[in-house]
């Protein structure tokens, strides 16, 4: 009887440099990919493999098949799942870690000193599982997939889905659904909840030893700083709030920000209980689980900053002082408030800035949410705003209180009034966009892939990573969401 033996390790291409695992045992764990049997493509970004120079023809070719689904090993990867901890609906959850995720190392790509960290999630049981199979379900990663791609197409720092893998494989949740592997890259899956981990212990060199691997690969400049970690600090908070402007002003709600899902590099992580709003609501909430609120959308913001303060806590052993931490958490919310406005201008296709522009703003928003107004389409719709009649009747029927409108429109035409109308509107269509991810397009994609149709996947990526442009074969995609999307409940198990 001959023995069995391990297929030789599959040569891509990639040049590996797998950092992250020098750190050492204590950050992480070795492992494996667990096999997924009889696998199949649902899907992959073309714009995602050339980051890593990767031929798409062979990314969906049986070889990359195998390799994207955990059954072939990558000759130059070194699996591990990282341990990291955190506080989850603002509880201190204790340790955590990659319990459905294999970081396969570090690969250089395609642009000059450019490398990305490959993940497979849903490649099964780690250490870090915890009472979990390790696996995801294809549901809940094809919303990942076209999500991800969606917000780069945005631009809107998030981490990549490269390819989206699918199996018979039966994963039982609330029923019984079918496996898939979802591969991501990012720069660094590093979490604020990493810094939580090592912060606990009596021994601070691994969280000296983890912060200076981010300083000295993604932010060199605190180096030269006089207290280098309180730099590393401030530097995160500004990112933070970059990212949370982003999120605001195109209605993205996130629905789990734990700390654990919070990026070091400023990055969207972890697309679970996500929405893009239909209706403009401040108070909505996207995760049917978030019984309480927490994270609400119009609380994102402050419960950025409340996990930025949790990042700054797990920091203070190396900070010292705890003056420095604050002031490297105090410019949270003018960099926030200042990123915001900057973003709401360009929507509205204002190139200069006025004193009073925060209250146009902030009154508009306040018709967006009494008259509950689609909030995507409103701003789309005032990218062909003119003062005249006809200019304005696309934008004015949207809302039920059209006096209140009309009062508003007389101000916002005050406002841009001696400008380039050709050129405000194009400014505004490179800040509107026509298409977001909703929830009932993603579901109808859903729908179709569990019958083994993949299509919807594959046009709703087209459109979305070019969300600004106007795509008439989709124009759909556009169109108001039907009345049963208000039904779709998301959780985090989604």
């Known amino acids: 009887m001959q023995p069995i033996t391990e297929p030789a390790p599959l040569d891509i291409g990639l ?47 049986p070889s990359g098949l195998q390799a994207f ?24 959850a204790g340790q955590l870690g990659d ?16 490398t990305l960290e490959i993940q497979l999630k849903g490649s099964g049981h780690t250490p870090y599982s915890r009472f979990g199979d390790g696996r995801a379900v294809l549901r809940s990663s094809i919303r990942e997939f076209l999500a991800s791609e969606a917000m780069h197409g945005l631009g809107i720092p998030t981490t990549r889905a490269l390819c989206l893998v699918g199996s ?81 002003s195109v209605g993205f709600c996130h629905g789990v920000m734990n700390t654990d899902n919070m990026s070091m590099l400023g990055l969207t992580l972890d697309y679970g209980p996500f929405q893009f709003m239909d209706a403009y609501n401040p108070a909505h909430v996207c995760n049917h689980t978030d019984t309480l609120a927490r994270y609400a959308f119009q609380q994102q ?14 920091l203070m052993p190396l ?92 101000r916002y035409a005050q406002r841009t009034q001696g400008g380039d109308p050709t050129q405000r509107q194009a400014l505004m269509r490179r800040h509107n966009p026509r298409y977001v991810l909703r929830n009932h397009l993603g579901e109808l994609a859903i729908r179709a892939a569990l ?7 594959h046009n709703l990526l087209l459109v979305l990573e070019k969300p600004f442009d106007e795509h008439p074969a989709f124009a759909h995609f556009a169109d108001f969401a039907p009345d049963w999307a208000q039904h779709i409940e998301i959780s985090c198990s989604s």
């Not at 590093?190 to 606990?200: D, N, P, W």
């Open 15 to 61: 040049s590996w440099c797998n950092r992250f695992s020098g750190l050492g045992s204590k950050f992480y764990t070795a492992v494996s990919p667990q096999p997924l049997p009889n696998p199949y493509w649902v899907a992959y970004s073309r714009s995602a493999a050339q980051e890593l120079g990767l031929d798409d023809k062979w990314l969906s070719s």
């Open 168 to 248: 018979p494989l039966p994963v039982v949740r609330e029923t019984v659904e079918t496996a898939a592997v979802l591969t991501r890259t990012a720069p660094s899956f590093i979490r604020f909840g990493h810094f939580e981990h090592f912060a606990q212990g009596p021994d601070v060199a691994p969280l000296r030893q983890l912060a200076d691997y981010v300083i000295d690969l993604f932010y060199p400049a605190c180096r030269d700083q006089a207290q280098p970690y309180a730099a590393l600090l401030a530097a995160v908070v500004e990112r933070t709030a970059t990212l949370l402007a982003h999120w605001q």
């Open 319 to 410: 900070i010292g002082e705890q003056d420095a931490a604050l002031a490297a958490l105090e410019p949270y919310r003018p960099l926030f408030a200042a990123a915001l406005l900057a973003r709401y201008r360009s929507k509205l296709g204002l190139t200069d800035a006025r004193p009073d522009d925060g209250l146009l703003i902030d009154d508009l928003l306040s018709l967006l949410a009494q008259d509950r107004v689609d909030y995507s389409i409103f701003w789309r719709r005032l990218c062909q705003f003119s003062v005249d009649a006809a200019g304005a009747t696309a934008v004015r029927d949207l809302f039920l209180a059209r006096d209140r409108f009309d009062a508003w429109a007389q």
């Open 301 to 314: 913001p402050k419960v950025a900053y409340w996990n930025l303060f949790c990042l700054g806590q797990a």
């Open 99 to 114: 319990g459905r995720a294999c970081l396969l190392g570090e690969a250089k790509g395609a642009q000059a000193q450019q």
């Open 69 to 92: 689904s955990g059954n072939h090993t990558l000759a130059g990867s070194l699996p591990l799942a990282s341990v990291y901890s955190g506080h989850q609906f603002g509880a201190w």
């Open 451 to 457: 019958q083994m149709d993949f299509a919807p996947v």
